[in-house]
Structure formats: C-alpha cells, structure tokens
C-alpha cells in the first residue's frame, strides 16, 4: 500500500504498534491465549443452546447461536473494554501530545482480529460439515465492515463522553445487557410476530445480525427497509462519535 | 520567522472547577453554578531558536498549564500556539510502557507515541538501551524491572528523541546516584547543544546557572520577562515579602 501522506501513515503505523501491543500482551499472560478466543464463545454455545433449544426452534440451533454469539463476544467486549480507555490510560494521555483516538480503536482493532480467527473456525466448521452456503458466504465481508465501523463510532462517543461524565460506562454496561437480549442472538426475526418485527428496526444491530446468520447459514430473511433504517442509524452513530471526539479530544486531559 | 521556536498569542485557560466528579445524570437534572477558574489569561511570548528560558513564580500560578499547552497535551482556551519543530518533555517518563511486553517492545511503542519514526528507532536502538544501562533486561518482560529501571529507559527514549525543544517540569534530577549524574550530563549536554528548553523549577540555582531569560509568572499572567537578574529579585522578595 502506498500512503502519499505522511501524517496519515505515521497514524496507520502507530495504530498498528498498539494493536500489536493489545494482541501480544493479551498472549503473554495467557498460556492458551488462542484456545480461549474459540472456547469462550464455545461454551457459552452449549449452555444456551442448551436451555434455549427447549424453547426456540431453529434447525440447528447450535451452529446458529455460535455464529451470533461470536460477533457479540465483539461487540460487547469491544464496547466495555474501550469506554473507560481514554480514563485508564490517564498518564499516557498526559505524557505526550499524539493521536488520542488510536487507544479505543486498537483495542477494537485487537478484539476484530480475534474475531476473524474466530470466524476462520466456524468457516473451516461448515466447509468440513459441507454446509457452506455458496454465494451467501461473501455477504460476511461487507457485514464485518459494518460491525467494525459501528463499533469504532460508538467506542468514540461512548469513550469521550466517559471523560467527563463517569457514570457514562454504568449506561454502557445496562445497555449491553438489553442488547443482548434486544438482537436476534439467541432467535432470529421470522420467529417474533411481524407486528413487532417493526420495533427491530430501532436497533442498528438487528440487520448485522441477521446478515451474520444469512452468511454463515442462509437461515433468516433480510428486510430491506430494516436494513436501511439500520444502515442511517449507524452513520448518525459514527457522525455523532466523531463529532463529539473532535470536540472534546482536545481537553480530555483537563478531566483526568 | 523560522528562527521563532515558540510563539504565544493571547493564550488564556479556562478550567471548570467541580467538587465532585461530574455525572450525566447530574447535567441534566441540576444546574448547579459551576466555578470557573481561569489558570493562564492572556499570555504572550516569543521563543527564539535555542533560547534557554526559565519559569519561575508560585505554585498555582500556571506554569504547568503553560507547559502543558505548549507540548500540545492540552489545548488553550483562546489564543494560538505555534512551536517550530519536535517538541518533548520530561514528564510521565514511564507512562505508556506495557508490563507484559518486553524491554525492546516497549521502546517501540514509546518512541512512537513520542513522536519518532520506526527506522529512527532501529537506529538509536542500541544507544537507548546503553544509556539506559537495562543490559540482558531488554529481552524481558518490563514487570520485572525495578521502578529505577523503567524511570532510567523513560529517560532514555525520550531524551534520544533528539527533540529541537526540551520541556523540563521539576523532573531534573531523576533514578539513583549514579544515573542523576548522567541525565544531568545529557541535560547539559542539550544545554550546549543550541537547542530551545523551557524549565520549570523551584531549584532557582538551576535557572540562574542554565538559563538566559526568565519569566516570572503571577496568577496566571506574565508578571515580568527579562534575564536571569530576575531570579535574584524573585529571591529577594522571596525572602522579604
């Protein structure tokens, strides 16, 4: 790749040494560092499938709860790690002038690469089990983009309004859990009435998720007007995110 | 005007003074009065290309806020700033390092996050770890270095950052005896080398000794700018208020 612009390429080689730092140091205190990336979703699978499969029916079930629970596992340690980053890392943001958003977005950039490991699996799962869906499949790219863009957008607003209002993370943390349940994870929208279907289009993470299991499974049906609606709400997202980080960025240091 | 490092016009500082951390939740519902506490009002000073400069006043009365402005960790109020080239300071030295990655990890990181490029690194590697003096301690993990060890490879990477202007706040003296030693030697070092410093301290000797202008700052704004006959004034009135 060739970067005329040397302010950009100093940004793109920073962000990359502290994604490597993210990824390393998360190795070096866990003997089986990788191992936990591709068990911890594991296990969550059987339990919930467990319980869940007496309740939803959805042909194999377990497979569609682990393509859900991975983008998840994501989004939701992506979005409670970086939130109180810019707090954390107080002395560094007080050492020296640099790019300050690089801190939320290596720890995105860190988790992503764990989810593509990830991600790597179950494609290798569903190629073994010739379950792959063919052309479906190169929908998770486009899908992977989008779920990287809302959660930088969001990671920045979150983290730079945490800055000055701390109880920012104990919304974050609520959130989290009715997002949990608010996103078709455990179910898929063919399941819920079509009355209420409507009220999905509020969560911008409702079409990534249904993308995820369209990708993976072909299971599930995309709703085009859900999509866009989803698709605005992201970009007011990752606008406000900006907006906000660029305002406040400059004076983070005032608050810590 | 490539010979002005430092240029400050109308710099003032505005800090919001909260008693408690601030909440959201208390933004919305109460409109508690905030105070206001204006930490520099309107500064204005030029630095020539390697000008030692001190600044002296008491505490409280912004220096750090003015060195902390002009390193670009936080930004004026009203006012601009303009520094001409590579600016560093001593503070934080070991700020940012990792404890899990190692030595040599480290220094990448940290010369980065300081401004330096990763073929710069690659170059001085070898003299950043002699002056730092961490021998076989590079290749492991920084939890295992003493707080003297880490301090000294903060030092270290910044002072070989070659920056054109050396910020110093109080932190002149630093690691045990034999190391305060050399970092007051490569402090000299710069001293000589024509490069532009700005040093806060209370160690007046040190002004007088190193630097050829002083400021005194009062409650936020430039109570005088001269040379370094004001160190003897400030200390005179120091001694008889």
């Known amino acids: ?256 | 005007m490539d010979k002005i490092a430092i240029q400050l016009t109308n710099i003032s500082k505005k800090y919001v003074v909260h008693h408690e951390r601030p909440t959201l939740i208390d933004n919305i519902f109460s409109k508690k009065n905030k105070g206001e506490f204006w930490a520099l009002r309107n500064v204005n000073f030029r630095i020539p290309k390697g000008e030692k400069v001190g600044i002296i006043g008491p505490n409280g009365s912004g220096k750090t806020t003015l060195l902390k402005i002009i390193a670009g960790i936080t930004t004026p109020t009203t006012g601009s700033v303009i520094t001409n080239g590579k600016c560093v300071s001593l503070i934080e030295l070991e700020a940012g390092f990792h404890p899990d990655l190692t030595g040599e990890e480290n220094i990448y990181l940290n010369g980065l996050l300081i401004g330096m490029t990763t073929n710069e690194i690659k170059a001085k590697l070898k003299r950043i770890i002699d002056f730092a003096d961490i021998g076989e301690f590079i290749d492991t993990p920084m939890y295992t270095y003493s707080s003297g060890m880490k301090l000294r490879l903060g030092f270290s990477i910044t002072v070989h950052s070659d920056p054109e202007i050396l910020i110093l706040d109080e932190g002149i003296g630093i690691g045990d005896r034999d190391f305060q030693k050399k970092s007051q030697d490569k402090i000299q070092e710069f001293f000589k080398k024509g490069k532009t410093i700005l040093v806060v301290t209370h160690w007046l000797d040190f002004i007088e000794r190193n630097c050829n202008r002083v400021i005194v700052m009062k409650k936020g704004r430039i109570a005088q700018d001269g040379s370094k006959s004001l160190v003897a004034q400030y200390r005179k009135r120091l001694l008889h208020p």
């Open chain 1, 1 to 256: 790749m060739h970067i005329r612009s040397p302010a950009v390429k100093f940004y793109l080689v920073f962000l990359w040494a502290m994604t490597e730092k993210e990824i390393k140091a998360r190795y070096k205190k866990a003997v089986f560092g990788f191992l936990w990336v591709i068990l911890n979703p594991l296990l969550q699978m059987l339990i919930i499938g467990f319980i869940f499969s007496f309740f939803i029916k959805i042909p194999n079930y377990f497979v569609f709860l682990f393509t859900g629970l991975l983008p998840w596992g994501f989004v939701s340690l992506s979005l409670s790690k970086t939130t109180p980053s810019f707090v954390y890392e107080r002395t560094l943001l007080q050492k020296a002038k640099f790019h300050k958003s690089t801190i939320p977005i290596s720890i995105i950039l860190s988790n992503f690469f764990h989810l593509l490991v990830s991600l790597g699996f179950l494609i290798l799962f569903l190629v073994v089990a010739g379950k792959l869906p063919f052309p479906h499949i190169l929908l998770i790219i486009p899908t992977l983009i989008w779920l990287l863009a809302f959660t930088i957008g969001f990671s920045l607003l979150s983290s730079s309004l945490q800055v000055k209002f701390r109880d920012i993370n104990f919304f974050v943390q609520s959130l989290l859990m009715l997002l949990f349940y608010a996103t078709p994870i455990l179910y898929n929208l063919t399941l819920i009435p079509p009355d209420l279907r409507q009220a999905f289009a509020l969560n911008p993470l409702t079409s990534i998720f249904e993308l995820f299991h369209f990708a993976t499974l072909s299971q599930g049906t995309i709703n085009v007007q859900t999509l866009i609606v989803n698709a605005l709400m992201t970009f007011a997202i990752i606008a406000l995110g900006i907006l906000i980080y660029n305002r406040e960025s400059k004076n983070f240091v005032d608050w810590l």
